[in-house]
């Protein structure tokens, strides 16, 4: 069940005032397990915030960069295929 705004805002402010950062939400035991695992952090690195802080936004860029690469050449084939079509003699 999702949380009414009012509630997420005040979770938000709570964890600003505690000084908490994203990247201390986001970096579970199980991501910082994962990550090493993957070779994208070390095991001495898993509770430097900076580095993991680095290690995730690596792999973001990375994911949305493929992704990136990947839906230009979908859309690239798919324009491709309509100009060609056009192209066509009727």
């Known amino acids: 069940m999702p949380l009414d705004p009012a509630k997420k805002m005040a979770a938000y402010r709570e964890r600003k005032r505690r000084g908490e950062t994203l990247v201390q939400v986001l970096a579970t035991p199980s991501l910082k397990l994962a990550m090493i695992e993957f070779g994208m952090l070390e095991k001495s690195q898993a509770d430097d915030a900076a580095a993991l802080s680095e ?15 990947k839906a230009r050449a979908s859309f ?14 009727r």
Request: hydrophobic share 30%.
């Open 76 to 89: 690239g084939e798919y324009t491709g295929r309509a100009a060609s079509l056009q192209q066509k003699p």
């Open 55 to 69: 290690a995730i936004g690596a792999t973001l860029a990375e994911y949305l960069g493929s992704e990136t690469k």
